[in-house]
């Protein structure tokens, strides 16, 4: 079946633009995660959905990240008035009510 | 919350040598540990993953050790192959709370 899925694969933007990121999560999977990745560094925990409960903002860097889900689908996230400290992979990953988590392929977006 | 300590952050071993990563946990709660392997390029991907009820799981050259009494577990390579070299993330969740937590991650390099 189909996987998670990510768009843009790429985006290249301005400073102070804002940006919004699409995830497609795998169908049925009432969970889903944002992380960034930055250049050889770790995962870094942005935002968690899990069904109709209130979605886990603790990881959001500042004011200027948000996310959005409908549902138990699609979910975007916006970075609004973007900096160079942005340039990053944002990683979509999904999974059932709890279990093994399978991660989008990424949209790595770089910030000039 | 979970907080997922892992160790080393980077690990440098010759070909056909053992490698071992670990990883603790703090929430007792936490029956469900997975590893995920991250080459370069690509997104993290599930290779095995152990459930509280049982102390050890084996596939191949990789296996998992749970203690739960020290909630730590340990992922086990043996005669590494240089395509191990990636990053490997462990993850900790429970059935009730749902949400994944992931280490920073371990840099393995195998050299031939």
């Known amino acids: 079946g189909a996987g998670v899925s990510q768009s843009p694969s790429n985006k290249v933007t301005e400073k102070g633009k804002d940006v919004e990121l699409r995830c497609d999560p795998i169908s049925g999977h009432t969970a889903l995660y944002w992380y960034r990745q930055r250049l050889g560094q770790g995962l870094e925990f942005l935002i968690y959905?899990?069904?109709?409960?209130?979605?886990?903002k603790s990881g959001l860097p500042s004011d200027r990240f948000s996310a959005e889900r409908t549902g138990e689908s699609v979910s975007t996230l916006t970075i609004q008035r973007t900096q160079q400290e942005d340039s990053a992979v944002y990683l979509c990953a999904s999974s059932l009510a709890w279990g093994a988590v399978y991660f989008g392929p990424g949209t790595r977006l770089t910030v000039t | 919350g979970e907080n997922v300590e892992q160790h080393p952050s980077t690990l440098s071993v010759q070909e056909g040598d053992s490698a071992v990563i670990k990883c603790t946990y703090s929430?007792?709660?936490?029956?469900?540990f997975p590893w995920y392997k991250q080459e370069l390029g690509k997104r993290p991907q599930l290779i095995i993953d152990i459930r509280s009820n049982v102390g050890e799981k084996k596939d191949q050259r990789i296996a998992v050790t749970l203690n739960k009494t020290a909630k730590h577990f340990s992922l086990h390579i043996t005669e590494t192959q240089p395509e191990d070299s990636a990053v490997y993330f462990c993850a900790a969740s429970n059935t009730n709370a749902g949400k994944s937590t992931f280490g920073d991650g371990t840099t393995l390099t195998v050299k031939p």
């Open positions: 929430d007792s709660a936490s029956n469900y």
């Open positions: 959905f899990q069904g109709n409960s209130a979605p886990d």
